[in-house]
């Protein structure tokens, strides 16, 4: 049984055997989504969350192991090594337990007490400690000296004494847990706006933390967050605190006994060493903590949104415009096929300052004929409101003798598609290495077109960080944010599944078991060889061996091929399982998934082996009935309404369409039309108390809101989706 199995288990409340094998299956090299997907019965069904968790605390206490060595190694080399040092260490697996252990061992900085004990005043503090002298002075004149050394009066002797003593309360672990205990119970933080900057324009936006103090434990993730930026920006002084005098007179009670001139001194020792190093430590421990805490939550948030983005409704293979809007420089407009190749572009002027209207009206109408268009994609930037109406304009007067002959009823469908990020893409090193020849204007346009096609596809090309569906996205720590948005990233590609033939190199590299080289090995050998024909295929692709191949091939899908378990999420391990099925049915394989009496006619517990348990053959199953079936929903239209275009066009209590963009802990923001999203505050969500957004909201939903507040001075809307129709 692997060393940690017992520990995770622990943690996780999840069967050890289960904890067991999972650790065995990620030491092999297998992906999370594969395990997750073809494991199951080695891992007893733990689910992708449950595996991620369980490879997130198998390197945390892998490192934990990592500083245990380190630990040991300074202290052996000390020559303070015990053998109950080295137990307890050992058998240690708490961080905080293990650095208050170390923290008398740890090398530091010269200190008073390392000056005190090199004046050889440790017996004079272990002395005044036990408190038994009556006279501390005349017991100090022992250690006074002309020497240069040694202390030169009594006093000097005793302060040395009291320093080693504050440093001995400030690294016992008693201490430390009892001052840990009251900043958990009591702590409060507190913000404060530095006075000379109060007025200044940038720190208007922290207004709502310029005088701010609430317990610690009830700090929401968003609130410390803000807090911490305006600390960083230099406009809020921030800082926990306690109650100091009661965590003194707790820590006098344990290390004071009774009245007199020893218990004086180490009642002074213990308020200095509480306050010159105890309380500083443990008060940057706890704005760590709650610093690490907050950030899990905001990676947290940030993640859910963006699987929701990613797994967002595609429209599908079919041909789209793609418009970027504009005023001055005009809309950038592309045209792409139906597997997003660009056709062509071209600038459009139809608003003010230029207003060439008629002519990109006959531009645009000459662009959906010759291109047999079937969807139009416009960001959702500057101008796109106008863009939108002047391209709904432009198709009803879309005459029947135009070029595609098509009848006004089948005018291409019209999407407001968010831009977030497009920019960020068109200046790329991928986007020049796709479009070499082509301006940012242009890539951009080609993004939003694909991006209404398959989000999926083409966000998986940005950086999420600028995708705008998180908050304070900047202020946590980078390296857990992008470990969790990567993880992410790879669960969404691997649960939708990837079009062999068509995916690029950059989706590709999310495919379980594949990365960054055997994807551009993919793209070259189907460059060099045409549309793969079968999964097999992939093993003649260089570098791509049997471990890579077992690991991506049930993620890689090929439509049309011979094999049409080729197109499904039946793992090329479970071929022969069907083949058994469809001989035993006297059919084919594909007949056994076209007609659903050869399938219900099935007993999956005919099939069950050492190996192949009841969860395989249940999703076997499953996949038969709906094979390569997309996970995700079916896109819909949406019209803002047309009334409103600007923040001076909202009154209060106005019952407005809109557009979910973004979801937080504290509510969800949301568009209706006029270059600023609301907030619907998670109080205002339902007519009920609503504990968690996501259960009532996701991300790019359609929702009908009420304008309850406009803050014009802060650019603030505030929207309630209470009691609305």
């Not at 002959?405 to 200046?427: H, N």
Request: glycine share 6%; hydrophobic share 35%; net charge neutral.
């Amino acid at each position: 049984m692997n060393i940690f199995t017992k520990h995770i288990s622990r943690a996780l409340s999840l069967p050890e055997q289960g904890v067991d094998n999972t650790l065995a299956l990620l030491d092999e090299g297998c992906t999370i989504p594969f395990i997750s997907r073809y494991r199951k019965e080695r891992t007893g069904g733990l689910d992708e969350v449950q595996i991620a968790q369980i490879a997130d605390w198998n390197d945390k206490l892998k490192e934990l192991s990592k500083r245990k060595e380190t630990i040991l190694k300074t202290i052996s080399e000390q020559e303070k090594l015990t053998p109950e040092l080295e137990k307890r260490i050992n058998d240690c697996w708490s961080t905080t337990e293990l650095e208050d252990i170390y923290l008398p061992y740890k090398p530091k900085r010269r200190t008073r007490a390392m000056v005190a004990r090199e004046q050889g005043l440790e017996p004079l503090a272990q002395l005044l400690l036990m408190q038994r002298e009556n006279a501390p002075r005349k017991a100090a004149m022992r250690f006074v000296g002309k020497d240069g050394k040694s202390p030169a009066t009594a006093d000097e002797a005793l302060q040395g004494a009291k320093d080693i003593i504050a440093e001995m309360v400030a690294e016992d672990e008693r201490s430390r847990n009892q001052v840990r205990q009251a900043f958990r119970r009591e702590a409060f933080i507190e913000s404060r706006v530095v006075k000379a900057k109060k007025d200044d324009e940038e720190a208007a936006k922290f207004s709502d933390y310029f005088d701010c103090e609430e317990p610690l434990r009830r700090c929401s993730s968003h609130r410390l967050l803000a807090m911490r930026r305006g600390e960083a920006e230099g406009i809020l002084r921030v800082k926990l605190t306690i109650d100091d005098d009661e965590a003194t007179e707790r820590l006098k009670r344990q290390y004071v006994k009774g009245r007199g001139p020893c218990q004086t001194l180490v009642a002074e020792a213990v308020e200095d060493g509480y306050k010159r190093l105890l309380l500083p430590s443990i008060e940057t421990e706890f704005a760590a903590l709650s610093k690490q805490q907050a950030d899990e939550q905001a990676i947290g948030v940030f993640a859910a949104n963006l699987r929701q983005l990613l797994l967002g409704a595609p429209l599908g293979q079919k041909r789209v415009m793609g418009i970027d809007p504009g005023f001055r420089t005009g809309c950038k407009v592309v045209c792409l096929d139906a597997q997003g190749n660009l056709l062509h572009h071209e600038a459009i002027f139809p608003h003010p300052p230029i207003n060439h209207r008629m002519q990109a009206t006959m531009h645009v109408q000459q662009m959906i004929g010759d291109y047999q268009i079937e969807a139009i994609a416009i960001g959702n930037g500057t101008a796109s409101r106008e863009t939108e109406a002047f391209v709904k304009d432009t198709l009803k007067n879309l005459s029947t003798n135009e070029a595609d002959k098509k009848e006004k009823a089948d005018a291409p469908q019209v999407f407001v598609v968010s831009e977030d990020g497009a920019s960020v893409y068109s200046a790329s090193k991928l986007a020049r290495e796709e479009f070499p020849n082509e301006d940012v204007t242009v890539r951009g346009a080609v993004s939003i077109g694909r991006r209404l096609m398959d989000p999926l596809a083409e966000l998986v090309k940005i950086d999420p960080k600028s995708i705008g569906v998180g908050q304070y996205q900047h202020d946590v720590d980078q390296t857990k944010l992008k470990h969790s948005l990567d993880q992410t990233v790879e669960s969404c590609v691997n649960q939708v599944g990837v079009n062999l033939n068509t995916a690029s190199q950059h989706l590709l590299m999310y495919v379980s078991g594949l990365g960054p080289t055997l994807a551009k090995n993919i793209v070259d050998y189907r460059k060099a060889n045409g549309a793969f024909a079968s999964r097999n295929q992939l093993k003649k692709v260089p570098r791509l061996g049997p471990a890579a191949f077992v690991q991506c091939a049930g993620f890689l899908r090929i439509p049309g091929a011979k094999n049409p378990l080729d197109n499904s999420a039946v793992h090329p391990e479970s071929y022969h399982i069907v083949e058994q099925m469809a001989k035993d049915q006297q059919c084919t394989v594909k007949q056994l998934i076209e007609q659903k009496e050869l399938r219900e006619r099935i007993d999956v517990n005919k099939y069950v082996t050492a190996n192949v348990g009841l969860p395989t053959l249940s999703d076997i199953m499953k996949e038969l009935e709906k094979p390569g079936r997309d996970p995700r929903e079916q896109i819909e239209e949406f019209e803002f309404d047309p009334n409103v275009k600007e923040v001076d066009d909202l009154v209060e209590g106005m019952i407005l369409p809109g557009i979910v963009t973004n979801i937080t802990n504290f509510g969800a923001f949301v568009d209706i039309g006029v270059h600023q999203d609301g907030l619907v505050h998670v109080s205002q969500l339902a007519n009920r108390y609503v504990r968690d957004p996501n259960d009532v909201v996701r991300l790019h939903q359609h929702v009908k809101v009420k304008v309850v507040e406009v803050d014009r001075r802060r650019n603030r809307i505030s929207l309630s989706m209470k009691n609305v129709e």
